[in-house]
């Protein structure tokens, strides 16, 4: 069941320059998409969110692109830093009634930012 | 900043015996959640749990499995009699109601190890 794939287990990128992490998605009731980061020994931390109304959110050095058509968000890192290391998760939630708060995750992932 | 807490960090135990995660949510969430993330495979969602029931639960959380908040801190995993493929790091989050209520706090994870 591969409802959210991202396809790239690894990146490695220069301090300094862009870092650009991809998902896609098959699911078209997702209607919350996040991006998770994670160090190893650590629990997932929240790092940015979108809304499926939405096609583009920005925290600081931190942008996620949402393309519905295609199915397809990114994450961008600018400029990326050797503190950004980390496996990256992309994940994301059905939009139905009730309490629903269940999240799909792909598998991460991995990003090396080398000084 | 408020934290998710999860002990043990780190259990060992032979296949058959029962185990008790525990995990202490942030305090003013009400959506309490287990996930678990097997050695290799994607972070899945076990159970979500909200006004002192269970709201979710995925196939993964079958008989075996349950959850509790014993009191007005702590929220339970128990696992009955445990197997192999039950090793995994679990993964405790929370989250709040309202507008945040869709990014979840997690918890640095349990690691059990079933021999």
């Known amino acids: 069941d591969q409802q959210v794939k991202q396809n790239s287990p690894s990146l490695s990128v220069q301090e300094g320059r862009i870092s650009i992490l991809n998902c896609d998605y098959t699911n078209s009731m997702f209607d919350y998409f996040l991006w998770y980061k994670k160090y190893p020994a650590e629990g997932p931390t929240f790092l940015i969110s979108i809304s499926s109304i939405k096609d583009k959110n920005e925290d600081g050095r931190f942008t996620v692109f949402l393309n519905k058509s295609a199915k397809h968000l990114s994450l961008h890192i600018v400029p990326s830093q050797p503190g950004d290391s980390a496996v990256y998760f992309c994940?994301?939630?059905?939009?139905?009634?009730?309490?629903?708060?269940?999240?799909?995750w792909g598998l991460g992932t991995s990003l090396a930012v080398n000084p | 900043e408020p934290e998710v807490t999860q002990t043990p960090s780190h259990q060992v135990t032979q296949m058959g015996q029962e185990v008790i995660l525990r995990c202490v949510p942030i305090?003013?969430?009400?959506?309490f959640y287990w996930y678990r993330q097997i050695l290799g495979q994607k972070v899945e969602f076990l159970v979500s749990?909200?006004?002192?029931?269970?709201?979710?639960k995925s196939e993964i959380f079958d008989d075996q499995f349950s959850v509790e908040r014993p009191d007005g801190s702590n929220f339970t995993l128990k696992i009955r009699s445990t197997k192999l493929e039950d090793s995994a790091m679990y993964f405790c989050?929370?989250?709040?109601?309202?507008?945040?209520?869709?990014?979840?706090?997690f918890g640095a994870g349990s690691r059990l190890t079933v021999l």
């Open positions: 749990f909200y006004n002192n029931e269970i709201s979710e």
């Open positions: 989050a929370s989250s709040p109601t309202g507008s945040g209520a869709n990014v979840l706090t």
């Open positions: 994940a994301a939630k059905e939009g139905r009634a009730g309490n629903n708060r269940k999240l799909i």
């Open positions: 305090s003013n969430h009400l959506y």
